[in-house]
């Protein structure tokens, strides 16, 4: 339960500083680390890949070998460079995708509210036609 705990921990850290660092390193936390990482650069090429196609980002001129390198047990991984590649063609979706819902927010929110002031402008002309002044004397 602890070993699988320990082996977590260290893939949190790798993921975050891109390095271990723990002590008394033997031959076996070598090859330990060198798994970890090949398992989270898979991890992140899967999420990066998952996201593009997502966002529907074509990924086909981006398979050549200086984007991803192969590794045998685990299929295509992406390099440095086409994660850095495929995050900035994500990121500009991102802000295009975001950029149209702000045009659509803007034009919106004028029409709404020019609604919302007729229905009170009609409300008020209804209760001014309704209202009786022989009642009130």
């Known amino acids: 339960m602890f070993m699988n705990l320990r082996h977590r921990v260290w893939l949190w ?3 975050r500083h891109g390095q271990f660092r723990p002590t008394g390193i033997t031959g076996e936390d070598k090859k330990i ?3 970890y990482r090949q398992r989270a650069d898979l991890v992140t090429t ?3 890949l998952r ?3 997502g966002y529907e980002i074509d990924v086909e001129p981006y398979l050549g ?3 991803f390198y192969s590794d045998k ?3 295509p ?3 440095f460079k086409g994660r850095a590649t495929l995050r ?3 990121r500009e979706e991102k802000q295009r995708r975001s950029e149209d819902l702000e045009r659509w927010i803007k034009l919106l929110v004028p029409i709404i509210t020019g609604v919302a002031g007729l229905l009170g402008i009609i409300t008020g002309l209804v209760a001014v036609l309704r209202h009786n002044p022989k009642e009130l004397s």
Do not use: R, V
């Open 73 to 75: 047990s685990h299929g």
């Open 88 to 90: 900035k063609l994500i």
């Open 77 to 79: 991984i992406l390099t």
């Open 46 to 48: 899967n999420w990066i």
């Open 65 to 67: 070998e200086e984007y």
């Open 33 to 35: 680390e060198e798994l």
């Open 51 to 53: 996201e593009c196609l």
């Open 13 to 15: 850290y790798y993921s």
